[in-house]
């Protein structure tokens, strides 16, 4: 123990350097983390959709008339944010969608900022949708 003390030291800037290196990595590993919590792999919004969660998609009406997830609504992301009281109403939680889940990711960590509970969404949007070969219907 002593000799660690000694060259703690005799090494100043290394020693501070070590711990400012391992705080950046922890602080940016927690933000990634905190990010991807209400982040569901398609197969997981499967199972949330069937345990009566709402979806709501973000995308332009013409869009969401090109294909949809069966039972979505349209809400496009300004009016979500201007009013988030449409979501209230579903005690079994709301899942945001977009074309890549980007734009719904951001929308979701909005909305929890505000205080809105149980909201998530699909990493990788309808396209990892599409690529699990789950229902899409058009209008």
Request: a neutral charge; aromatic letters at 6%.
């Amino acid at each position: 123990m002593q000799e660690l003390a000694k060259f703690a030291s005799a090494n100043v800037f290394l020693v501070t350097g070590l711990i400012a290196s391992a705080l950046a990595v922890l602080f940016y590993e927690l933000r990634l983390k905190a990010r991807d919590i209400g982040s569901l792999s398609a197969a997981m919004a499967v199972r949330v959709i069937n345990d009566g969660a709402a979806v709501v998609d973000l995308r332009s009406a013409e869009h969401f008339a090109s294909g949809h997830i069966v039972d979505a609504r349209n809400i496009p992301e300004a009016k979500l944010l201007e009013d988030p009281s449409v979501l209230d109403g579903n005690p079994k939680g709301t899942l945001l969608v977009c074309d890549s889940g980007s734009r719904s990711a951001s929308v979701a960590a909005q909305l929890r900022k505000r205080a809105a509970q149980n909201v998530f969404t699909i990493k990788g949007g309808l396209a990892a949708w599409q690529q699990e070969n789950l229902p899409i219907v058009r209008d």
